[in-house]
């Protein structure tokens, strides 16, 4: 499941993974951003940070994470450059992260694994919006 709130006046989504982990939850997360940014939500050059906790379960694939980066260098790609900061403890979703990073960088996307919330928000250049709520 995926949990994402805009923060910032628009320029920085940040996101909760927890429970259960599927492709399906990655789509709608997509979508979603895309449809924020065309209601003008979220503004051009915006950031993002998606952390994970409580994760029950991790119920994607190689080819998951490879359909996805291809949504995003097709549908997203018109929603203009933007960073993403990862901040995971799983260890699935820290290996789909890399192979996603990877997947993203090839396409000239700035996408940085992080250990710490505060690094992640240090890296996009903003402090944490929201810390009683966004924490691990």
């Known amino acids: ?6 923060y910032n006046n628009g320029t920085l989504i940040v996101g909760k993974m927890s429970g259960v982990i599927e492709l399906q939850s990655f789509i709608n997360g997509i979508f979603w951003q895309i449809d924020s940014r065309n ?8 950031a993002q940070l998606y952390y994970d906790d409580d994760v029950q379960s991790v119920n994607v694939t190689d ?30 979703i820290i290996r789909l992260a890399r ?3 990877s997947l993203a960088k090839d396409h000239g996307y700035e ?5 710490r919330l505060e690094d992640g928000f240090t890296w996009l250049k903003c ?3 929201d810390p009683e709520n966004i924490r691990l």
């Not at 996408?111 to 250990?115: A, S």
Request: charged letters at 30%; a negative charge; glycine letters at 10%.
């Open 39 to 46: 209601v003008g939500e979220v503004k051009e050059g915006f």
């Open 63 to 92: 080819d998951d994470i490879k359909r996805i980066a291809e949504f995003n260098t097709g549908i997203g790609a018109n929603v203009g450059r933007f960073r993403t900061a990862l901040v995971f403890r799983h260890p699935e």
């Open 127 to 129: 402090v944490n919006p």
């Open 1 to 6: 499941m995926f949990d994402s709130k805009v």
């Open 111 to 115: 996408v940085e694994l992080f250990e």
């Open 99 to 101: 192979l996603h990073q």
